[in-house]
């Protein structure tokens, strides 16, 4: 006796279940088995134990009604139905970042260890002018590189540079698009929250369906979807907050709305895109870790192995790389930003 | 006044809110602001504004925060659009402008210095000097020269290379005055421009600008709510108040023949031996008989106190340009010297 039956029969919609199947029929779940093996089948559910109206517990009273494995189902169907076309549309747009994954992957790899670390040194120098940050890189890279982490290192780094570049190439506009219009900024927020807010692993459950596991994009997807939202949310709350005052006054010196862009407002909202690309930077490379589930190769590899098989050192040494690396990352992207925010503002 | 209308504005209604039009058929009806802010809750800007600005003399808006004044300096260049009127520019509306000759006006025609300063804190000194010069698309070789030679006449010779953050606020605003005038605009709106400086470099900023004005003859636009200020930059005061013409004329007017009780209570605690000047004051007509001495129309009348050292059995000619137009008695000076209040009572009498 379902808990709902009478219900049913109550409303006259007894001929409609019964057409649409027999009440409980299907799959017989664990807890059906139990109960029969209990001998308390026969006895409806009291007031304590009710159940809540569930697509479950109405499927059982009447078999009109799908069960809630239904609707999983159907959304899986429903997404393989239409992954061809999406398949079609999304794989050749998104091609040219398993190209640019595949190059810097094989360039920093296949770079000599010492010309690749005096071009990393000499990057450092260009963006912070700072000799401390220089000789810093140069002695995380080199015990790194003693602990026979380089390798793993280099593609942890030229996966991080494709997809925080790329994040910045469609992050910035974004952020510049939203701050013009209050309408897109109502649309995009939302979406960002998504992003942000969603586990990481979400994301690489389609992604995983929709392209080939050996593709580089299937990852490069997965983190410039989680490391886009800081850069987008930065430019357009840069933009945003620029005085003003200075917007009024290069009005009424009838300046163009793109030199106002270009010669005004992202000068002035530089230190804070320059904050959104500081953070972005650091999700992708937490992004990085866990996109090595789906072969993304570098630092995480190793870190997985030590989760999988146990490999306790392995891990931890792996791990402690990744931090090594992190804070190379930030040390560096928050000099050139301080850089930035003295020459142009507080000298 | 031979002087030929530069800027004219007829008309002119500021409504904000949600629906001005229809709140505009309230007002004209007679609505006062209150009123409409508390039966339609919408604020009533500016009402009926009418003001005609003369080539080449400084006209004062004043009035006090929330009289409109801001909003109204605002609508010259329309960076803010009116609800109804009409602003005249060389008898031009520009309400009719279209995007690109409204530009045109304000790289050219106008140009406008502000409270805060709004300067570009990334660029130097000598580029913001010459933003106006930029935004035309002029290269930068060309306004260099432009720029140095207006901050050198601004007293900033040799600050081109610093950035606006390095100079203290009456360099800043030095800055904002070389910028308008780089611009070689012939009209320049000021928007509360000396308001922020202390009261010291406000002074010189006053005698800078009153230099500069001998010499450039711009039509000037200038928002303050000081009135010693308005008096002493004033060829024409405009007196505003809840978005409302109170009363516009001569300055020395409007002291001395205070159209209504608010203008009354505004005029009551000025130095009226340092604003009022000779020939407001003065019997018109030849003098005849003994002359103490001669003095200028243009000399306030502090400075005929201090001629006469305290004496006042003395009358003096008064000249303009070089020759004899009136007299002077000491006794009319100290008339002079009371209050409106008391005058107008004498007068209604």
Redesign the interface.
Known sequence: MAAYENFFNAVGLKDWCSAGGDGGGGMTSMADLIAQTDGTTTQGPSLWNWPFPSLDALNKACGAIPPSRDVTQGLEDGFLAIRGGLRAVVDPLTQPLSWALRDMLWIMTNTPWWLMVPILMLITWLVTRSWRLVVFVLVSIAFLAFINHYEAAMQTLAIIFVCAFICVLFGVPIGIAMSRSDRLQRTVIPILDMLQTLPPFVYLIPLIFLFSVTEPKLYGIAIILYAIVPVVRLTDLGIRLVDPDVIEAADAFGMTKRQKLFGVQIPLALPNIMAGVNQTIMMSLAMVVIASLVSAPGLGVLVLRGIRSLELGTGLVAGFGIVIIAILLDRVTKASLARIDTSKSRK | MTKEIKVSIRHLYKIFGSDPQAALEDVKAGMGKPELLEKRNHVLGLNDINVDMKEGEITVIMGLSGSGKSTLIRHL?R?IEPTAGEVIVNGENILDYNEAQ???????R???V?Q???????RTVAENTA??LA??GFPASDYVAEAEKWLDRVGLGGYGDH?P??LSGGMQQRVGIARALA?NSDIM?MDEAFSALDPLIRTDMQDLLLELQAELHKTIIFITHDLDEALKLADHLVILNDGRVVQQGEPQEILLNPADPYIEDFVADINRARVLRVRSVMERGAPEGEMSGDIDGNDNLESVIAKAEGALDRRYRVMMRGEPVGSLTMPSIMRALVPAQSSGETAKR
């Open positions: 260049n960076l409204l530009r045109k006006l304000r790289r050219e106008m140009s406008m502000f805060k300063f709004a300067l570009l804190p990334h933003m106006a935004t035309r950035h953050h390095q611009s709106l």
